[in-house]
């Protein structure tokens, strides 16, 4: 193995722990903003450090260290602490796995060597993505029947009932999209949507299967334990559900667990309905070869958002003294945001327009990709958290009726009619 293919696997590994558990602090952040915007309220805007606020973004890291360093309390009662300590684990090691078969960039080929952008090639894709992400049930179980209570021993059953109502509903919706891209290689399934439909509608699988997006959008929420079906910790019913004997760490890892699954869902529904970290109409190829369009167009944007962005701080994050912490945290931002866009603008102007080597095309439009990428997935990761502060939480009975009763005879008949189009079609 050559010492280049060695870094980029490196370099995939390190953009999955970066989106999975570095992504975590940002999310818990956007969701108590949101939070606060839904309810008419500030959201954390007090905790610094040396004065710097960043909007509230330093208090989840002070509650992170806080459930570093908080004192790691097992209840005596607890007969099996072997399995106690090992269930928060299996739900954040089975999100990392699933994490790793996304595709955060197409394809780039040097030298004969080709350089795959996943932390985990391999051709499984989708299906890997089914087999790990139902084993996360599994941690709540032994969660719930470890800590020797009853609380937590229903909030593990619910667990259970969730994932036999959700699991038959993702599994067909994955099938439908199966019969339409033909493969199960998720890099492939991405690929396929880069093209459009009559030349107007990118061929995105929101456009191609509506029906089974929806499904699988609504068992997506399920399976990462998120409100409207995060029954297995109902506070208001069971206390914790089965995290109620956890504490410091331990619940930590349930905590930053939850946030990985949700982050892995929406890397899948990004990836297998909203294009994957294809730009809309453009596809690869069109993206390499007209790659100094693409950077000039950045070039112009970055420093108009830049420019908004910093008048939009000096107006809500002023004071009127002016020794303020508060001033002296925008005047410093400005700084930094400014040198950042000269640094990526001057950097732009070299591989975009004076290198014009094909590696330095491949290379920013990997990039470009992978931006692409992460803007969806924080969006998807909105939609979650904007959700969660609008609909009640459902009783077990009620999403057991839904799955059963509604969802799965309309999943089967979305599998009918798409294996009859393709079948129709491609005769």
């Not at 193995?1 to 818990?28: H, K, Q, R």
């Not at 952040?29 to 805007?45: C, H, K, M, T």
């Not at 959700?166 to 994955?174: D, G, K, Q, T």
Request: with cysteine; charged share 15%.
């Amino acid at each position: 193995m050559s010492l280049s293919l060695v870094l980029v696997v490196l370099l995939n590994i390190i953009l999955v722990v970066l989106l999975a558990l570095g992504g975590v602090p940002v999310l818990v952040w956007l969701e108590r903003r949101v939070a606060g915007f839904i309810q008419d309220r500030s959201g954390p805007n007090r905790c610094h450090i040396a004065g710097f606020r960043l909007g509230g973004l330093i208090q989840s890291f002070a509650d992170m260290l806080k459930l570093v360093f908080k004192e790691d309390i097992v209840p005596t009662h607890i007969k099996h602490k072997i399995y106690f300590t090992i269930a928060p684990t299996i739900i954040l090691f089975v999100s990392l796995l699933t994490f790793s078969v996304i595709p955060f960039a197409d394809d780039i080929t040097v030298g004969g060597t080709t350089y795959t952008f996943q932390a985990l090639p391999v051709s499984l894709g989708i299906v890997w993505f089914l087999a790990f992400a139902g084993l996360s049930v599994y941690g709540i179980l032994l969660a719930g029947w470890s800590s020797d209570n009853k609380y937590s021993l229903l909030g593990g059953l619910r667990a259970g009932s969730n994932a036999i109502s959700y699991e038959p509903i993702m599994a067909l919706s994955v099938v439908s999209m199966l019969i339409v891209y033909g493969s199960v290689d998720l890099n492939k399934m991405v690929s396929e949507q880069s093209g459009t439909i009559f030349g107007l509608i990118p061929s995105w699988g929101i456009f191609l299967q509506p029906v089974a997006a929806v499904l699988f959008i609504v068992a997506a929420f399920a399976e990462a334990n998120r409100t409207p079906f995060d029954l297995a910790e109902g506070e208001s019913e069971i206390v914790g559900g089965f995290h109620t004997e956890y504490g410091a760490m331990k619940f930590g890892l349930f905590f930053v667990g939850e946030y990985v699954a949700m982050s892995v869902s929406s890397a899948v529904i990004v990836t297998l309905f909203f294009g994957g970290y294809n730009l809309p109409w453009v596809s690869t190829a069109f993206l390499r070869e007209h790659i100094s369009v693409f950077c000039a167009v950045f070039m112009v944007l970055m420093p108009l958002f830049s420019y908004l962005f910093v008048k939009w701080m000096k107006k809500n994050n002023a004071w009127i003294k002016k020794d303020d912490i508060r001033n002296r945290e925008t005047k410093q931002i400005i700084k930094v945001l400014w040198i950042v866009n000269i640094a990526t603008v001057l950097l732009l102007l070299y591989f975009g327009f004076i290198s014009k080597s094909d590696i330095s095309g491949d290379i920013l439009g990997a990039i470009v990709q992978f931006c692409t990428f992460v803007v969806k997935l924080f969006m998807m990761n909105l939609v979650y958290i904007w959700v969660r502060w609008t609909l009640p939480r459902f009783r077990y009975d009620q999403l057991q009726m839904l799955c059963w009763k509604y969802l799965l005879p309309i999943s089967l008949v979305n599998l009918l009619v798409s294996a009859c189009v393709v079948v129709a079609v491609g005769a």
